[in-house]
Each structure stands twice: as C-alpha cells, then as structure tokens.
C-alpha cells in the first residue's frame, strides 16, 4: 500500500484509510482523503455573461447601460473595459475605464471580448 501519504501531523508512514479518512495510528490524527482536490476546487471562478470563465488582464465588453455610482455617468453597452481585475465580493470586476476612471463590475453584465 504504497499510495497512501505520510501523516501530514508526524510523519508517519503507517497510516490507513477508514471510508473517506486517513488516519494515522501515531498520533490519531485524521484527514479526509480529498482534502487537496477540494482546496484546488474552492478556487472560485467567475463566469461573464454567457458562463465564460473571466481571468485576471482579460479584456470585456459591457452588455448593458450601468450607472457609475455617485455620479451621472453611464457606463454604455458596448464600452470595451481592458485589463479587468477579478475580486471578491458583489461586484467581482475591477477595471479603468476609459473617461471614467477605476470602477467595479459585476461579471453578470460583461461578456469577454
Ligand atoms: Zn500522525
């Protein structure tokens, strides 16, 4: 049984799978099997409009008019925002645009270019 990892607490070789777990007889710790695939999942991805995955320095297009909040201007349908820097929270985007400055986006309403 050569595939199974050393206890990632102490090191030891001796350990054994129960169901979904490892565990390890040293020190009793237990650790679920899939723990590095789940953590590389949890990496979440933010999707455009039409389910694309958007990454950071990609370029988009707006699909709808948006208001700039605190001011009066419009962000137009159409208005290609270059170099988008994904972020967490509501709004996921966060660009420069041309004539308007830094701002932030919701990937709901841009498409990839
Ligand atoms: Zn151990």
């Known amino acids: 049984m050569s ?12 350990t054994y799978e129960d169901g979904s777990l490892y565990i390890c007889p040293e020190c009793a710790h237990e650790w679920p099997k899939d723990a590095v695939e789940e ?5 979440r991805a933010v999707h455009d409009s039409n389910g694309n995955v958007l990454q950071d320095g990609d370029t988009v297009t707006v ?6 909040k605190g001011s009066s201007l419009v962000v ?13 929270g509501d709004h996921d985007i966060d660009c420069k645009i041309d004539g308007i400055g830094a701002m932030q986006l919701k990937s709901e309403f841009v498409k990839k270019a």
């Open 63 to 68: 699909i709808k008019d948006l208001k700039v």
């Open 3 to 14: 595939s199974l990892p050393k206890c990632p607490q102490c090191s030891s070789e001796y």
């Open 76 to 88: 137009k349908v159409g208005t290609k925002v270059k170099n988008i820097r994904l972020i967490e």
């Open 39 to 43: 953590s590389a999942d949890q990496k």
